[in-house]
Each structure stands twice: as C-alpha cells, then as structure tokens.
T-cell receptor
Framework: ELKVEQNPLFLSMQEGKNYTIYCNYSTTSDRLYWYRQDPGKSLESLFV?????AVKQEGRLMASLDTKARLSTLHITAAVHDLSATYFCAVDRGAGKSTFGDGTTLTVKP | DTAVSQTPKYLVTQMGNDKSIKCEQNLGHDTMYWYKQDSKKFLKIMFS???????INETVPNRFSPKSPDKAHLNLHINSLELGDSAVYFC???????????????FGPGTRLTVT
C-alpha cells in the first residue's frame, strides 16, 4: 500500500523567510502533484511533476521531484502572508488514482 | 463558468436520513472522483468513474453509492446517515493526458455535510 508522508504538518513562519515542505512516498511513482487549499475553500492545482528531476516554479514556490529518493519538495522563498494555506502532495498510482499526503498547514506571520 | 460544480454547498440532516450530493463538470474530462475530507483535513478518495464506469472503489461503507448518468455527472447517494459521515465531500475531475501521462485533478467547491 502506498504511503505518502508530508512534513511538517504545521508550519508557522515569518514573512521574508525561506522554508521547505517535504513529501516522501513509499512505492515507485514518477508522477506527483501539489495542491493548495485555502481555509474553507476547495483545492487548486499548483504543480504537476511528471519525471525524475522535474522542477517547476511559480512565484515564490518551487517544487521538485526525485523519483529515486521517492521525495518531492516544495520550497518557499521569502514567504508572504498570501501563501498561508494548506499544501497537499498527491502521488499518482496510475489509472487516475492518487494518494494524498496529510497536508501541511502553513501560516505566514508578519 | 464554473468548471466543477457541486450541489448543495451545505447539507445538514439527521442520523438515519438518506441524502444525495450532485456533481457536474463542464471541462470535457473523462474521469470523475469523490473525496471525503474530515475535520483534520485528511483527504481520502472514495470513488472514481471513467466514462461512466466505476474504476476505483476504496474501502467505503456500502451505504455510499455513486452514480454516473453520463461522463459529465457523478452523484453520491448516502443511505442511513451516521454522525461519522460528517465531513466535506469534494468532487473532482481529470482528463488523462498522454504525452506525458498526467492525471491532474480539478476540484469542485465541496459540500459540507453535517449529521446531527
């Protein structure tokens, strides 16, 4: 059974700081997705990582995938309050099936 | 235009009742899903349909029954509601991209179900 572990589960950081969220998974997959969920809202797709070594960047967020290490990272650069949300990684098991991590709730304080 | 829509947005009902949640997507996707998100925000897949055929049926009580009248709609019917069914239910859709293969999902706004 595929297990997906995110850490940390809760992250409080100050504006302007950098931090990385980790997503480890237990079985082979070369496709991984990152989603963002604002409080009380739905999930929206942030990044689609489809091969080993894939790196995607959008604003202050950068995601990478190392399929050999079964690890994806979501790096936050110079955090701003607008980035406060819950971030989920989801590992693709094939045939449209994804297993989600437990989510990392990020709070950015001024 | 809303890509993935769900109705109702809120649903408050008593234990033992039967209720349905509806989902529609106008993205032309061929796969639709139901997820349950509990109070701790853990997200679990329940069902997935591809072109009206059930392809994923995770360990879910058989009180939950999905129905896909066509590939743009996936409804969720719940019988004999229990307190533990209280959660937010999200519908999602995806279209398999072939080169490279990807199943990026698009989520609906969610239905908050409260069972009293």
């Amino acid at each position: 059974e595929l297990k997906v572990e995110q850490n940390p589960l809760f992250l409080s950081m100050q504006e302007g700081k950098n931090y990385t969220i980790y997503c480890n998974y237990s079985t082979t997959s070369d496709r991984l997705y990152w989603y963002r969920q604002d409080p009380g809202k739905s999930l929206e797709s942030l990044f689609v990582l489809l091969s080993n070594g894939a790196v995607k960047q959008e604003g202050r967020l950068m995601a990478s995938l190392d399929t050999k290490a079964r690890l994806s990272t979501l790096h936050i650069t110079a955090a701003v309050h607008d980035l406060s949300a819950t971030y989920f990684c989801a590992v693709d098991r094939g045939a449209g099936k994804s297993t989600f991590g437990d989510g990392t709730t990020l709070t950015v304080k001024p | 235009d809303t890509a993935v829509s769900q109705t109702p947005k809120y649903l408050v009902t008593q234990m033992g009742n039967d209720k349905s949640i509806k989902c529609e997507q106008n993205l032309g996707h061929d796969t639709m899903y139901w997820y349950k998100q509990d109070s701790k925000k853990f997200l679990k897949i329940m069902f997935s349909y591809n072109n009206k055929e059930l392809i994923i049926n995770e360990t879910v009580p058989n009180r939950f029954s999905p129905k896909s009248p066509d590939k743009a709609h996936l409804n969720l019917h719940i019988n004999s509601l229990e307190l533990g069914d209280s959660a937010v239910y999200f519908c999602a859709s995806s279209q398999e991209s072939r080169t490279p293969i990807s199943y990026e999902q698009y989520f609906g706004p969610g239905t908050r179900l409260t069972v009293t």
